[in-house]
Each structure stands twice: as C-alpha cells, then as structure tokens.
C-alpha cells in the first residue's frame, strides 16, 4: 500500500472517528429522532433514495414543501430516520394515480354516458361487504 493510500485510509477512520464521537455527544442530550432528523436533512436527497425506489423512473431533485407541523410529525413518526422523501414521493404518487383515473373516468363518462343507476346497484350488491340500506 503507498503513503498515499495509507494516510487516506488514516484520515478517513479519523474523520469517522470524530464524526461517532459527535454523534455519540448529540444523542446524549438530544431526543434520537432529532438527531436523526439533523442527519436526514444535512444529506443530499440523492444518498436518501435508492436506485430501486426512484418513482417514474426519474432522477431525484430536492425540493422545498410547506406542510403543517403536525402533518411532518406524523409522515416522520411513521417513516422512520432517512423515510421522509420516500413516504412523501409514494403517496404524491399514490395521488396522481388517483387523479389521473379521475380523469380517465370523465372522459368515458363524456364519450359514453353516465353508468346507469341499476348497474351500479348490482354492483355494490355483488360487492363483499355490501350492506344495502
């Protein structure tokens, strides 16, 4: 191994060392999910998003979102450290599919018509669960 490599290697186990040292100190006198929340927003998103979760097969970009405090609390308690953009990112998703099926169904309800109140009705008798009124 060079000299080069060597004291790489050193500088990097010393930087590691130093980088638990500080962690080790914050989770002392700070709750965990702060500590883990720092560490979180301090990382650029594209270390937080794996490969085989990217949506729509796109890269990933940081972006900025206002949300109430006790929506964040809730998508953090949730998601757990390093989880916030990937729970976010699956359920804006979950929301465009939803609407873009919205909008699949008005255009047939525009090409075709209503469906008819007696075929719905066979239909939610048919349902498992239904319960009829």
Same mark, same amino acid.
């Given at each position: 191994?060079?000299? $080069?490599?060597?004291?790489?290697?050193? $500088?990097?186990?010393?930087? !590691?060392?130093?980088?638990?040292?500080?962690?080790?100190?914050? !989770?002392?006198?700070?709750? /965990?999910?702060?500590?883990?929340?720092?560490?979180? %927003?301090?990382?650029?998103?594209?270390?937080?998003?794996? %490969? %085989?979760?990217?949506?729509?097969?796109?890269?990933?970009?940081?972006?900025?979102?206002?949300?109430?405090?006790?929506?964040?609390?809730?998508?953090?308690?949730?998601?757990?450290?390093?989880? *916030?953009? /990937?729970?976010?990112?699956?359920?804006?998703?979950?929301?465009?599919?939803? $609407?873009?099926?919205? %909008? *699949?169904?008005?255009?047939?309800?525009? #090409?075709?018509?209503?469906?008819?109140? #007696?075929? !719905?009705?066979?239909?939610?008798?048919?349902?498992?669960?239904?319960?009829?009124?």
């Amino acid at each position: 191994m060079s000299t $080069d490599a060597g004291e790489a290697g050193t $500088d990097r186990a010393a930087t !590691l060392s130093a980088l638990e040292k500080t962690l080790r100190h914050a !989770l002392s006198v700070l709750p /965990r999910g702060v500590v883990a929340r720092c560490v979180t %927003d301090a990382l650029p998103a594209e270390i937080l998003v794996q %490969d %085989d979760v990217r949506l729509h097969g796109g890269k990933v970009r940081k972006v900025s979102v206002s949300m109430p405090e006790e929506l964040i609390e809730a998508v953090r308690g949730r998601s757990g450290p390093g989880g *916030f953009s /990937r729970y976010v990112a699956e359920a804006v998703d979950r929301e465009l599919r939803h $609407d873009l099926l919205g %909008d *699949f169904l008005d255009e047939l309800d525009t #090409e075709y018509g209503p469906v008819p109140e #007696e075929l !719905l009705d066979q239909a939610r008798r048919e349902w498992p669960d239904y319960e009829g009124s």
